[in-house]
């Protein structure tokens, strides 16, 4: 948690100020000052006694006690600084602008922990170093610019780094978008997005705390910490939206599962993300727009009117909303006659509305008027209202004011003409609006937040105490690696995941014995190797005892065979389930379409453990595989529920037993009378 003199000190240092304003000391302690920072501020320089109007003191050894330390000097000389503060000057918030640390090479990471260390012995909090500061409603406490407008009803931004914060805050001034709180964690030596969020979830106050949380994201330390407080925050009734940098993948390495071979670790965010319920953005400028919607609103909206006069983009936005869900709807003829009567002759009345290039002020405001007060129908108005170059649209900007602060229904203006009115636009936002530029960027950002299915909840079936104690039973009896394909299956039907009969012989004796007691057709399988079906290890549909014996000769010919699975041919679609594990995530399972091709095809849908029916079913629900699962084209769909159940079963078995560090079941043969495992891969890692 984060120490309360770094939030709300009550007094502050500026170690390395200088009225040099291109300086970081310079510039961080100027917006202090027009900041109008209520504390006590001093200033250490080693070469002034006097900083921006400021007594300056020239060593730190001097300066009263302090709270909160902003640090911009070399990073050799900060750790002597830092031992002086935390010794003598019971100072507890730190705050290290100073790049040249562990992002620069071993030695400033040494440095970097040094530091680190000091402060944790005091119990203080540290951000940085390496970054661009903090700003809340006590201080501003960077030394950027421009500064973000502060606003209770704002966005809280928390960003892993600093020029991007930068970028993304500029983007929003465009767009009016106000902040409550920004955070950079520069190297997170101490804090990270993790402490800052724990820091947000714990303090939030309903009412008085922004609900709406911005993120940039290079890394995440502790992926389980995370998701602890971003699910507290959405059940407090929040929306989160993260920006991920590094979602690239260079290749995939050779692995022994498919799960492995699939499950990157982009994915393992996104899984991330989606059990917390985070909205997901690729641009810092869809980040701000989907911001600046939920900033607007939070309330779920699917049915949009649309008043534009400019028909292009109308439709565009139309064709943006409409392909992902959301609709805008056919005006019935009453109302078609009504707005009509209130527009030019050739506006068009069926949403969009067109109410022509030509279309005033006066018009605009009747049309707003009629659409708030009479179409039910709709649940929001998007007005999209531009210049030509022609001359000032000031007064039709202030109808989309006056009407948003007194409308019924939500009203999102685009105001596209970011050149040729641009002085209209910021009179627009300077009276505490926020406006979009892109309608189709705009559209994406809506149906994305909109289409967020949000929460499920964590509690899952639960599974029986005697099941639990099967399971631990079986593995603690297991030795590490890869289980035999026996003790696979006897964890498998432990776990209530239904596996089919099988059969494993090594020599001819045994297979004369066993094939006595087998219905064919049968399949066999060779034992011992990693990829059987490239190796051509399994033989399908074997129909008699001839047919079985001179299999037997040929598989046990392959290197590395080590014996021969039997087992009854079963009929249905091949589906697959697995796991994979990766630090700091719970269990990831994957599921989808089966078989040989599984890594080709690649139609999965996955989620974090534990899973609930609800969630397996969504999953299933995704895959591109799915109106085949149903029953196609006269064919008999398969068992969704089982299926749905065996997600649920395996998520529950590898929670259970966190000793299983990877897990495939392909194919799962599925019919409309259940889903039987026929094959699979379990390595145990004490």
């Given at each position: 948690?984060?120490?309360?003199?770094?939030?709300?000190?009550?007094?502050?240092?500026?170690?390395?100020?200088?009225?040099?304003?291109?300086?970081?000391?310079?510039?961080?302690?100027?917006?202090?000052?027009?900041?109008?920072?209520?504390?006590?501020?001093?200033?250490?320089?080693?070469?002034?006694?006097?900083?921006?109007?400021?007594?300056?003191?020239?060593?730190?050894?001097?300066?009263?006690?302090?709270?909160?330390?902003?640090?911009?000097?070399?990073?050799?000389?900060?750790?002597?600084?830092?031992?002086?503060?935390?010794?003598?000057?019971?100072?507890?918030?730190?705050?290290?602008?100073?790049?040249?640390?562990?992002?620069?090479?071993?030695?400033?990471?040494?440095?970097?922990?040094?530091?680190?260390?000091?402060?944790?012995k005091v119990g203080g909090s540290l951000l940085g170093p390496n970054n661009i500061g903090m700003l809340n409603?006590?201080?501003?406490?960077?030394?950027?610019?421009?500064?973000?407008?502060?606003?209770?009803?704002?966005?809280?931004?928390?960003?892993?780094?600093?020029?991007?914060?930068?970028?993304?805050?500029?983007?929003?001034?465009?767009?009016?978008?106000?902040?409550?709180?920004?955070?950079?964690?520069?190297?997170?030596?101490?804090?990270?997005?993790?402490?800052?969020?724990?820091?947000?979830?714990?303090?939030?106050?309903?009412?008085?705390?922004?609900?709406?949380?911005?993120?940039?994201?290079?890394?995440?330390?502790?992926?389980?910490?995370?998701?602890?407080?971003?699910?507290?925050?959405?059940?407090?009734?929040?929306?989160?939206?993260?920006?991920?940098?590094?979602?690239?993948?260079?290749?995939?390495?050779?692995?022994?599962?498919?799960?492995?071979?699939?499950?990157?670790?982009?994915?393992?965010?996104?899984?991330?993300?989606?059990?917390?319920?985070?909205?997901?953005?690729?641009?810092?400028?869809?980040?701000?727009?989907?911001?600046?919607?939920?900033?607007?609103?939070?309330?779920?909206?699917?049915?949009?009117?649309?008043?534009?006069?400019?028909?292009?983009?109308?439709?565009?936005?139309?064709?943006?909303?409409?392909?992902?869900?959301?609709?805008?709807?056919?005006?019935?003829?009453?109302?078609?006659?009504?707005?009509?009567?209130?527009?030019?002759?050739?506006?068009?009345?069926?949403?969009?509305?067109?109410?022509?290039?030509?279309?005033?002020?006066?018009?605009?405001?009747?049309?707003?008027?009629?659409?708030?007060?009479?179409?039910?129908?709709?649940?929001?108005?998007?007005?999209?209202?531009?210049?030509?170059?022609?001359?000032?649209?000031?007064?039709?900007?202030?109808?989309?004011?006056?009407?948003?602060?007194?409308?019924?229904?939500?009203?999102?203006?685009?105001?596209?003409?970011?050149?040729?009115?641009?002085?209209?636009?910021?009179?627009f936002i300077e009276q505490e609006n926020l406006c979009f530029y892109d309608e189709t960027l705009f559209g994406?950002?809506?149906?994305?937040?909109?289409?967020?299915?949000?929460?499920?909840?964590?509690?899952?079936?639960?599974?029986?105490?005697?099941?639990?104690t099967a399971i631990r039973k079986l593995i603690n009896e297991y030795e590490n690696g890869y289980l035999n394909?026996?003790?696979?299956?006897?964890?498998?039907?432990?776990?209530?995941?239904?596996?089919?009969?099988?059969?494993?012989?090594?020599?001819?004796?045994?297979?004369?014995?066993?094939?006595?007691?087998?219905?064919?057709?049968?399949?066999?399988?060779?034992?011992?190797?990693?990829?059987?079906?490239?190796?051509?290890?399994?033989?399908?549909?074997?129909?008699?005892?001839?047919?079985?014996?001179?299999?037997?000769?040929?598989?046990?010919?392959?290197?590395?065979?080590?014996?021969?699975?039997?087992?009854?041919?079963?009929?249905?679609?091949?589906?697959?389930?697995?796991?994979?594990?990766?630090?700091?995530?719970?269990?990831?399972?994957?599921?989808?379409?089966?078989?040989?091709?599984?890594?080709?095809?690649?139609?999965?849908?996955?989620?974090?453990?534990?899973?609930?029916?609800?969630?397996?079913?969504?999953?299933?629900?995704?895959?591109?595989?799915?109106?085949?699962?149903?029953?196609?084209?006269?064919?008999?769909?398969?068992?969704?529920?089982?299926?749905?159940?065996?997600?649920?079963?395996?998520?529950?078995?590898?929670?259970?037993?966190?000793?299983?560090?990877?897990?495939?079941?392909?194919?799962?043969?599925?019919?409309?009378?259940?889903?039987?495992?026929?094959?699979?891969?379990?390595?145990?890692?004490?």
């Amino acid at each position: 948690m984060l120490h309360p003199k770094l939030i709300h000190p009550e007094s502050i240092v500026v170690i390395g100020g200088s009225d040099r304003l291109d300086h970081l000391g310079g510039s961080v302690l100027k917006n202090l000052i027009d900041q109008n920072f209520k504390g006590d501020l001093f200033v250490v320089n080693p070469k002034k006694d006097k900083v921006q109007g400021l007594k300056s003191y020239r060593e730190v050894e001097n300066i009263p006690e302090v709270d909160l330390a902003f640090i911009a000097i070399a990073a050799h000389e900060i750790p002597e600084v830092v031992k002086i503060l935390t010794k003598k000057k019971s100072t507890k918030g730190f705050i290290i602008y100073s790049a040249g640390f562990s992002e620069l090479n071993e030695d400033g990471a040494k440095l970097e922990q040094e530091i680190s260390d000091m402060i944790d012995k005091v119990g203080g909090s540290l951000l940085g170093p390496n970054n661009i500061g903090m700003l809340n409603e006590n201080y501003a406490g960077v030394f950027t610019r421009p500064l973000p407008k502060l606003d209770p009803k704002g966005a809280d931004f928390v960003s892993g780094s600093g020029a991007t914060a930068v970028f993304t805050i500029e983007a929003a001034h465009q767009i009016g978008l106000t902040f409550s709180s920004l955070y950079t964690v520069g190297n997170s030596t101490q804090t990270g997005i993790e402490e800052i969020l724990e820091y947000l979830d714990l303090s939030y106050k309903e009412g008085k705390s922004s609900p709406v949380k911005m993120l940039y994201i290079e890394g995440l330390k502790k992926p389980d910490k995370f998701l602890k407080h971003c699910l507290s925050l959405k059940h407090k009734g929040c929306e989160i939206l993260a920006l991920k940098a590094g979602n690239s993948e260079e290749g995939t390495k050779a692995a022994s599962s498919h799960t492995g071979a699939m499950a990157t670790s982009n994915i393992f965010v996104q899984a991330l993300f989606n059990k917390a319920g985070i909205i997901r953005c690729y641009s810092r400028y869809e980040l701000i727009n989907t911001a600046g919607i939920l900033v607007l609103t939070r309330t779920k909206l699917t049915k949009f009117v649309i008043i534009t006069h400019a028909g292009g983009l109308g439709v565009m936005l139309t064709d943006a909303l409409c392909n992902n869900g959301l609709h805008v709807p056919g005006l019935k003829l009453n109302h078609q006659d009504n707005l009509a009567g209130l527009l030019y002759p050739g506006a068009s009345v069926k949403n969009p509305i067109d109410i022509l290039a030509t279309g005033s002020a006066d018009q605009l405001d009747k049309v707003i008027t009629y659409c708030d007060l009479n179409i039910s129908e709709v649940e929001a108005m998007i007005v999209i209202f531009g210049s030509p170059g022609l001359g000032s649209v000031k007064e039709a900007y202030q109808v989309i004011s006056d009407q948003s602060k007194k409308s019924n229904k939500p009203i999102f203006a685009i105001l596209p003409s970011v050149i040729n009115v641009k002085d209209d636009i910021t009179h627009f936002i300077e009276q505490e609006n926020l406006c979009f530029y892109d309608e189709t960027l705009f559209g994406e950002c809506m149906t994305k937040i909109m289409n967020n299915r949000g929460l499920h909840q964590l509690i899952v079936e639960d599974h029986t105490a005697d099941r639990e104690t099967a399971i631990r039973k079986l593995i603690n009896e297991y030795e590490n690696g890869y289980l035999n394909p026996a003790q696979a299956f006897e964890l498998l039907e432990t776990s209530g995941i239904n596996t089919v009969k099988q059969f494993l012989v090594k020599t001819k004796i045994e297979l004369i014995k066993t094939a006595k007691n087998l219905k064919y057709p049968v399949v066999q399988k060779v034992v011992g190797i990693l990829h059987k079906t490239d190796q051509k290890g399994v033989i399908l549909n074997v129909k008699n005892e001839a047919e079985l014996m001179l299999n037997f000769k040929i598989l046990m010919c392959i290197d590395g065979a080590k014996g021969i699975i039997i087992q009854e041919m079963i009929k249905g679609k091949e589906v697959f389930i697995g796991m994979k594990k990766e630090a700091g995530f719970p269990p990831l399972i994957i599921c989808g379409a089966g078989g040989i091709y599984v890594e080709i095809l690649k139609d999965i849908a996955y989620s974090l453990a534990p899973i609930s029916m609800i969630k397996a079913n969504e999953m299933i629900e995704s895959l591109s595989v799915f109106p085949i699962l149903q029953g196609a084209r006269g064919e008999q769909g398969i068992d969704i529920i089982a299926l749905s159940n065996i997600i649920v079963k395996l998520s529950q078995l590898v929670l259970i037993a966190p000793e299983i560090a990877e897990l495939d079941i392909n194919p799962m043969m599925a019919a409309a009378d259940g889903v039987i495992a026929v094959d699979t891969r379990i390595r145990i890692e004490k």
